[in-house]
């Protein structure tokens, strides 16, 4: 099975911060990464497809890069809303779809 | 608009049974592939089954797999986990998803959960 890691785990930052969250597979995923927000109580939303695709809605200050086994999920510019855990899912071997851990994004 | 809504959760015993229903609108049901997530209470998300658009091609999380049973009936608009021997460790806000695609690209609407706890 795949697995995936995330760093940091967790991450203090400050409103209009660049902030970087790596998401690193054990094997090779092509580009099947997906990136996630996740608020406390709430339903993850999808940010991020196919390792850089911007979803629709989405704001342009997210952006996602890699391929391969290493990938990033940057916020260009934090904003008070983004405050919020984000995860990475690979969709490339299957089964598992498995998720990071997660990257705790909070206010400094 | 576009909406999943799971319900069948509960409280159930350890070895009990529950069948999870996921019932979608706003959109082609029969054209996407359809999944499973969970999140025990303060842990990350855990993926547990996936289905394709026409049922041929399921997956499971090895903490599932011969105790799960993923299914969807597209003329219901249903999606549908039957959950057996269930397990203290399968405690959850259980989510249903709609993919993006036919094929797997990722979940880009979820329901609001349901809930099931797994105690004595």
């Known amino acids: 099975d795949i697995q995936l890691t995330q760093s940091p785990s967790f991450l203090s930052a400050s409103v209009g911060d660049r902030v970087t969250i790596t998401c690193r597979a054990s094997q090779g995923i092509t580009s099947y990464l997906a990136w996630y927000q996740q608020k406390p109580g709430k339903a993850p939303k999808l940010l991020i497809y196919a390792a850089s695709t911007l979803q629709s809605g989405v704001p342009s200050r997210f952006s996602g890069s890699g391929s391969g086994t290493e990938f990033t999920l940057t916020i260009s510019s934090l904003q008070p809303e983004d405050f919020a855990t984000y995860y990475c899912q690979q969709l490339n071997s299957y089964p598992p779809f498995t998720f990071g851990p997660g990257t705790k994004v909070d206010i400094k | ?120």
């Open chain 2, 1 to 120: 608009e576009v909406q999943l809504v799971e319900s069948g959760g509960g409280l159930v015993q350890p070895g009990g049974s529950l069948r999870l229903s996921c019932a979608a609108s706003g959109f082609t049901f029969d054209r996407y592939a359809m999944h499973w997530v969970r999140q025990a209470p303060g842990k990350g998300l855990e993926w547990v089954s996936s289905i394709g658009w026409n049922g041929a091609s399921v997956g499971y999380a090895d903490s599932v797999k011969g105790r799960f049973t993923i299914s969807r009936d597209n003329a219901k608009n249903s999606l549908y986990l039957q959950m057996k021997s269930l397990r203290a460790e399968d405690t959850a806000l259980y989510f249903c998803g709609k993919d993006l695609d036919y094929r797997y690209y990722g979940l880009d609407v979820w329901g609001q959960g349901t809930t099931v706890t797994v105690s004595s």
